[in-house]
Protein backbone atom coordinates (compact mmCIF):
# COMPACT_ATOMS: atom_id res chain seq x y z
CA UNK A 1 0.00 0.00 0.00
CA UNK A 2 1.05 3.36 -1.25
CA UNK A 3 2.26 5.83 1.94
CA UNK A 4 0.64 9.30 2.75
CA UNK A 5 2.27 12.00 0.23
CA UNK A 6 1.98 14.94 2.61
CA UNK A 7 3.06 13.17 5.70
CA UNK A 8 2.67 15.98 8.17
CA UNK A 9 -0.90 15.96 7.41
CA UNK A 10 -1.18 12.33 8.88
CA UNK A 11 -3.26 11.88 11.71
CA UNK A 12 -0.94 9.54 14.06
CA UNK A 13 -3.47 9.22 17.24
CA UNK A 14 -5.82 5.96 16.96
CA UNK A 15 -8.07 7.95 19.21
CA UNK A 16 -7.80 10.95 17.07
CA UNK A 17 -8.53 8.79 14.59
CA UNK A 18 -11.77 6.66 16.68
CA UNK A 19 -12.90 10.19 17.56
CA UNK A 20 -13.66 11.43 14.01
CA UNK A 21 -15.96 7.96 13.02
CA UNK A 22 -17.59 8.29 16.65
CA UNK A 23 -18.24 12.14 15.82
CA UNK A 24 -19.22 13.15 12.24
CA UNK A 25 -22.25 11.95 11.38
CA UNK A 26 -22.17 10.33 8.02
CA UNK A 27 -19.80 8.41 6.51
CA UNK A 28 -19.21 7.32 2.59
CA UNK A 29 -18.57 3.65 2.08
CA UNK A 30 -17.17 2.30 -1.86
CA UNK A 31 -17.85 -0.90 -2.62
CA UNK A 32 -17.73 -2.89 -5.90
CA UNK A 33 -19.30 -5.57 -8.40
CA UNK A 34 -17.96 -6.75 -11.90
CA UNK A 35 -15.56 -3.56 -11.23
CA UNK A 36 -18.02 -1.72 -11.55
CA UNK A 37 -17.91 0.99 -8.23
CA UNK A 38 -20.91 2.05 -6.28
CA UNK A 39 -20.48 4.74 -3.49
CA UNK A 40 -23.22 5.50 -0.93
CA UNK A 41 -23.58 7.60 2.33
CA UNK A 42 -24.63 5.67 5.46
CA UNK A 43 -25.66 7.03 8.97
CA UNK A 44 -23.42 4.94 11.63
CA UNK A 45 -22.53 4.10 15.19
CA UNK A 46 -18.58 3.45 15.77
CA UNK A 47 -17.94 1.13 18.25
CA UNK A 48 -14.16 1.46 19.36
CA UNK A 49 -14.18 -1.73 21.91
CA UNK A 50 -14.91 -3.95 18.58
CA UNK A 51 -13.41 -1.64 16.28
CA UNK A 52 -16.25 -1.61 14.21
CA UNK A 53 -18.78 0.48 12.52
CA UNK A 54 -22.78 -0.27 12.39
CA UNK A 55 -25.33 0.65 9.95
CA UNK A 56 -28.78 -0.36 8.99
CA UNK A 57 -30.65 -0.70 5.72
CA UNK A 58 -33.35 -2.23 4.14
CA UNK A 59 -32.91 -6.04 3.88
CA UNK A 60 -33.25 -5.80 -0.06
CA UNK A 61 -31.65 -3.38 -2.44
CA UNK A 62 -28.60 -2.99 -4.65
CA UNK A 63 -26.15 -2.60 -1.87
CA UNK A 64 -27.22 -5.89 -0.27
CA UNK A 65 -26.76 -7.51 -3.62
CA UNK A 66 -23.48 -6.11 -3.95
CA UNK A 67 -21.95 -6.87 -0.40
CA UNK A 68 -23.60 -10.56 -0.49
CA UNK A 69 -20.68 -10.97 -3.80
CA UNK A 70 -18.03 -9.12 -2.66
CA UNK A 71 -18.13 -7.69 1.20
CA UNK A 72 -14.80 -5.35 0.96
CA UNK A 73 -15.51 -1.79 1.29
CA UNK A 74 -13.52 1.27 1.58
CA UNK A 75 -14.57 4.02 3.26
CA UNK A 76 -14.30 7.51 4.83
CA UNK A 77 -15.34 9.82 7.86
CA UNK A 78 -14.92 13.83 6.87
CA UNK A 79 -14.67 16.41 9.45
CA UNK A 80 -15.11 19.99 7.25
CA UNK A 81 -13.90 22.75 8.67
CA UNK A 82 -14.39 25.15 5.92
CA UNK A 83 -12.98 26.52 2.77
CA UNK A 84 -10.79 29.36 3.92
CA UNK A 85 -11.65 32.69 1.76
CA UNK A 86 -8.70 34.21 0.26
CA UNK A 87 -6.08 31.71 1.19
CA UNK A 88 -6.94 28.96 -1.03
CA UNK A 89 -7.15 26.93 1.69
CA UNK A 90 -9.27 24.37 3.23
CA UNK A 91 -9.37 22.74 6.73
CA UNK A 92 -10.65 19.25 7.33
CA UNK A 93 -9.90 15.75 9.24
CA UNK A 94 -10.72 12.51 7.32
CA UNK A 95 -10.58 8.71 8.30
CA UNK A 96 -10.18 6.50 5.31
CA UNK A 97 -10.98 2.92 6.34
CA UNK A 98 -11.10 -0.31 4.66
CA UNK A 99 -13.06 -3.79 5.97
CA UNK A 100 -15.22 -6.58 5.47
CA UNK A 101 -18.81 -6.20 5.78
CA UNK A 102 -21.27 -9.00 7.09
CA UNK A 103 -25.37 -8.81 8.07
CA UNK A 104 -26.25 -9.43 11.61
CA UNK A 105 -28.46 -12.50 12.44
CA UNK A 106 -28.68 -12.53 15.83
CA UNK A 107 -31.52 -10.18 17.57
CA UNK A 108 -29.68 -8.93 20.34
CA UNK A 109 -26.92 -8.29 18.23
CA UNK A 110 -28.82 -5.92 15.77
CA UNK A 111 -30.65 -4.80 18.62
CA UNK A 112 -27.54 -3.51 21.00
CA UNK A 113 -25.96 -1.89 17.07
CA UNK A 114 -29.22 0.11 16.49
CA UNK A 115 -29.32 1.32 19.96
CA UNK A 116 -25.20 2.45 19.57
CA UNK A 117 -26.84 4.37 16.49
CA UNK A 118 -29.57 5.99 18.38
CA UNK A 119 -27.73 6.94 21.04
CA UNK A 120 -25.15 8.59 18.62
CA UNK A 121 -27.66 9.85 16.85
CA UNK A 122 -30.88 11.53 18.41
CA UNK A 123 -31.17 13.96 21.33
CA UNK A 124 -33.77 11.44 23.48
CA UNK A 125 -32.57 7.79 22.50
CA UNK A 126 -34.23 6.19 25.06
CA UNK A 127 -37.52 7.55 23.72
CA UNK A 128 -36.69 6.42 20.43
CA UNK A 129 -35.45 3.23 21.03
CA UNK A 130 -38.66 2.18 23.15
CA UNK A 131 -40.53 2.93 19.73
CA UNK A 132 -38.42 2.35 17.33
CA UNK A 133 -36.75 -1.26 18.55
CA UNK A 134 -39.72 -3.27 18.62
CA UNK A 135 -39.57 -7.28 17.75
CA UNK A 136 -40.59 -6.73 14.75
CA UNK A 137 -38.87 -3.73 13.55
CA UNK A 138 -35.42 -4.98 14.32
CA UNK A 139 -36.24 -8.96 13.12
CA UNK A 140 -37.21 -7.19 9.89
CA UNK A 141 -33.68 -4.72 9.62
CA UNK A 142 -30.49 -5.59 7.92
CA UNK A 143 -27.88 -4.55 10.17
CA UNK A 144 -23.91 -4.22 8.74
CA UNK A 145 -20.97 -4.47 10.92
CA UNK A 146 -17.80 -3.29 9.10
CA UNK A 147 -15.18 -4.56 10.29
CA UNK A 148 -11.89 -2.18 9.97
CA UNK A 149 -8.68 -4.21 9.22
CA UNK A 150 -6.97 -0.51 8.45
CA UNK A 151 -7.31 3.04 8.98
CA UNK A 152 -5.65 6.27 8.51
CA UNK A 153 -6.24 9.86 8.36
CA UNK A 154 -5.45 13.25 7.38
CA UNK A 155 -6.07 16.62 8.74
CA UNK A 156 -5.26 20.23 7.98
CA UNK A 157 -6.19 22.34 10.89
CA UNK A 158 -3.51 25.20 9.65
CA UNK A 159 -3.91 27.89 6.86
CA UNK A 160 -0.75 27.13 4.85
CA UNK A 161 -0.95 30.33 2.55
CA UNK A 162 -1.19 33.06 4.80
CA UNK A 163 -4.63 36.08 4.14
Known amino acids: MRGMRR ?3 AIE ?3 ELQNILHTVKHITVAMCQDNEPYLVTLSHGYD ?3 HCIFFHCASEGKKIDILKENNIV ?3 ALVDEGYIQGACDHLYATVQFKGKVR ?3 DFEEKKAALELM ?15 LTEQSVTRVAVGRI ?3 YMSGKKSKD ?5
Open 159 to 163: IIISL
Open 74 to 76: WGQ
Open 103 to 105: FLE
Open 48 to 50: PKE
Open 118 to 132: INKLDEKPEEVAEKQ
Open 7 to 9: KEK
Open 147 to 149: DIE
Open 13 to 15: DIE
